[in-house]
C-alpha cells in the first residue's frame, strides 16, 4: 500500500499528542506542519523532526507533500480550516466537533463530496479498542434491552475567561468540548433521542459551566449525561440493560479505561489490547487505511453520523439558550 502524507494544521496540546501518535500508524508519514505563528511551526517540526514548516495555514493547505491534513485548531476555526484544506484538494481529519452547528458541518460535507475528498470527524474514542468492544457487546445482545446510560466528564478548567473552555468566540464550554463524548457514546447505544430535556448552569460570558441532559426514547430508554468544567468528575459511562451492566471506567474517552461486566450477580473484567501513546493512532491508521483504499468516507464515522450529532448538539444548545457569536 501506499505511503499516505500527513499534515498538521495547528500546532497546540492535541496536535502534539496526534504528532507523537502516528509513528505507531503503519503506511503513514508526517511531512508537514503548519501554524500562523512561523517560530511556532518551525518549532513544532523540530519537536517532531518533520521536514517541512509553514508559516501559514494557506501555505500548508497548498503544498503538494501532504495527501491528508489534521486539523488541530479551536472549535471556532474548524469550518474555516476544513473548508480551506479541501479546496486545495487535500482530504482532511477534523478534530472535534467537526463544526460549531449542523449548518457548518453539512456545508463541509457537501464540499467534500463535491470534490470527492475523504472527510472524516475526529472522534479518536471510537476508535479504542475498549469502546469498539463496548460496541460489541451491546449489539451481541448479551446486555438484554439496553434501558438506561449514565455518562459524566468533568474537570476543573482553567479560571482564566479568555481561555478556549471559557471563550464563547472559540467555541467554549463543556458540551461542545466534553460533553460531546457523553452524548456520541448515548447516540451510538441508544439512537436518535425522541425528546431532549437540557438543564445548564452560565457563566458571565454566556457558556456552560455544567449541562445536565437527559434522552428519551419512546420505547422507556434513557440516557443521562453530565458534564462540568468547574469540577472533577469520575468520568465513566453504565450501560443498564434488563440482563446485565457494563461499565466503561474513568477516564472513559482514552484508551486506559477498562470494562467491567456485571451480570447474574457476578462482575467480570474485560481486557482489550494496551496501546503504546495517546491512542490517537487507532483513528489515525483508519483514516490512512480509507485514503489507501481510496475512500472519501469513513464506514465508522459516517457522514450521515456526524451530521446526526451535530444536529442534535444544535438541539441541545437551542434548549439550553448557548448561542456563539456569528451563529
Sequence with gaps: MKKIRWGILGTGTIAHKFAADLKYVEGAELTAAGSRSPEKAEKFCRDFDIPFSFGSYQELAESNLVDIIY???????????????????????????????????????????????????????KFLPHYKKMIEIVRSGSLGDI????????????????????????????????GIYNVFTALDILGKPDEIN?????????????????FKYKNGSMASLFSSISVNLGTEVEICGTLGRLKLSTPFYEPSSTLELIANGEKMVINVEKSNGFGYQFEAGHATQCLQNNLTESPVVTHVGTLQLMQTLDRIRNFSGIVFPGE
Excluded at 198 to 214: F, K, P
Design 71 to 125: 486539523i488541530a485548531t479551536p472549535h471556532s476555526l474548524h469550518h474555516e480550516n476544513t473548508l480551506l484544506c479541501l479546496v486545495n484538494a487535500k482530504a482532511v481529519l477534523c478534530e472535534k466537533p467537526f463544526a460549531l452547528n449542523a449548518k457548518q458541518a453539512s456545508e463541509m460535507i457537501d464540499a467534500a463530496r463535491q470534490k470527492n475528498l475523504f472527510l472524516m470527524d475526529a472522534l479518536w474514542t
Design 198 to 214: 437540557v438543564s445548564i448552569n452560565s457563566t458571565e460570558q454566556g457558556i456552560d459551566e455544567q449541562c445536565a441532559i437527559l
Design 147 to 178: 434501558k438506561v446510560v449514565l455518562a459524566n466528564f468533568g474537570f476543573q478548567a482553567n479560571a482564566n475567561p479568555y481561555s478556549r473552555l471559557l471563550n464563547p468566540g472559540l467555541g467554549g464550554g463543556s458540551l461542545m468540548d466534553i
